[in-house]
Nanobody, 116 residues
Framework: QVQLVESGGGLVQAGGSLRLSCAAS????????MSWHRQAPGKERELVAQ???????KYADSVNGRFTISRDNGKDTVKLQMNNLKPEDTAGYYC??????????WGKGTQVTVSA
């Protein structure tokens, strides 16, 4: 059974940094894309950053230049380095991994809270 486990969330002051990690286990296949999404209370879940198995990345406009996504294909891990955090970055952050043949998997999330 495939599992994604996130870690690295927490409370930080505005302007600070956090690094999120997501580790996949139980898969016997590789993921085409791995990504981070976030959901704030009362809002829809949104894509934050995505990376494919070629290393191509995509970012939401709101985080471009502040967040960096990276991936270790050999370990099926994906990280999100978040710098210059803002209160509006406060949300639950979720890891997603997708294989075009097998399907999509989600982690249970990790909370990021940025105080003003």
């Amino acid at each position: 059974q495939v599992q994604l486990v996130e870690s690295g969330g927490g409370l930080v002051q505005a302007g600070g940094s956090l690094r999120l990690s997501c580790a996949a286990s139980g898969n016997s296949f590789s993921f085409n894309t791995m990504s981070w999404h976030r959901q704030a209370p009362g809002k829809e879940r949104e894509l934050v950053a995505q990376i494919n198995n070629s290393g191509n990345t995509k970012y939401a406009d709101s985080v471009n230049g502040r967040f960096t996504i990276s991936r270790d294909n050999g370990k099926d891990t994906v990280k999100l380095q978040m710098n210059n955090l803002k209160p509006e970055d406060t949300a639950g952050y979720y890891c997603r991994a997708a294989n075009s043949w097998v399907g999509t998997y989600w982690g249970k999330g990790t909370q990021v809270t940025v105080s003003a």
